[in-house]
């Protein structure tokens, strides 16, 4: 066994030995990037990035479901990808439906769809629906697919869905302004039900949001490492969870 593995080895050990399990977050999200620039690095086409992206997603969540996280938001596809070539949007979304296919097929998690997928070609819309639909019924750590997803469409999304509703039960545009608050905004996004994020990770270098999660990561710790997606390890992934349970939450107080 080469050295340098035996020190990683030791470091990822003692890494775990010293996570506070007491303070670890319930929700993470991922902003999972970098998997062209990996390709390009590696001198391979750009879907073997995209696969050795999808490959370390699933070993992210299991990472995750390790240390009892009860939901993984991940960003996969966004509005602005779509506006891309439409031959990588094509090798990107075949990526994509494949890796929710083997995430459904594994029977461990609940799968839910976030994101505006009347966007998608119809065919991948149908396969990524049945897939999820397929794993909807497991009762295990929940598992967000952020597909065809911007921060901005998820609020235009919510407010379209909230007029449309208050309009059915016959209150005027002035009536809907006059009792509107926040809580009536999360309760038409993607996320509705659910916790917000307690930790968002992105990788490669990028500090930025770019929108992800707008409205619920307004509390969310952020952790931002400068791994490419497709190398971003275990130790990178306890080192972000170190981070989060040493930092004192405010909730902005």
């Known amino acids: 066994m080469a050295l340098s593995s035996i020190v990683y080895g030791l470091y990822e050990r003692r890494l775990r030995r010293h996570l506070d399990y007491s303070r670890l977050p319930r929700h993470v999200g991922a902003i999972v990037d970098g998997n062209r620039r990996w390709a390009r690095g590696e001198g391979t086409p750009l879907d073997h990035g995209y696969q050795a992206g999808a490959d370390k997603i699933v070993e992210f969540v299991g990472w995750c479901h390790d240390l009892d996280v009860k939901i993984v938001?991940?960003?996969l596809l966004s509005t602005d990808n779509l506006q891309r070539d439409v031959s990588e949007v094509s090798s990107l979304l075949a990526v994509i439906e494949e890796l929710v296919d083997k995430l459904a097929a594994s029977r461990r998690w609940h799968l839910q769809l976030l994101g505006n997928v009347e966007l998608l070609p119809e065919e991948s819309a149908r396969r990524l629906k049945?897939?999820?639909t397929a794993a909807s019924d497991i009762?295990?750590?929940r598992i967000n697919i952020c597909v065809g997803y911007g921060g901005r469409q998820e609020l235009t999304d919510a407010m379209?869905?909230?007029l449309v509703e208050q309009a059915e039960q016959g209150r005027s545009l002035e009536q809907i302004a006059a009792s509107l608050d926040a809580d009536d905004i999360t309760a038409h996004l993607y996320?509705?039900?659910?916790p917000d994020p307690d930790l968002l990770i992105r990788t490669s270098g990028e500090q930025r949001l770019s929108g992800f999660l707008l409205w619920q990561s307004v509390h969310s710790e952020f952790y931002f490492c400068d791994a490419l997606w497709p190398a971003f390890?275990?130790?990178d992934f306890l080192r972000a969870m170190r981070s989060y349970a040493s930092r004192e939450r405010r909730y902005g107080q």
């Open 73 to 75: 938001t991940l960003w």
């Open 130 to 132: 049945r897939a999820v």
């Open 139 to 141: 009762d295990g750590m």
């Open 160 to 162: 379209r869905e909230l």
């Open 191 to 194: 996320t509705k039900g659910q």
């Open 233 to 235: 390890r275990h130790v």
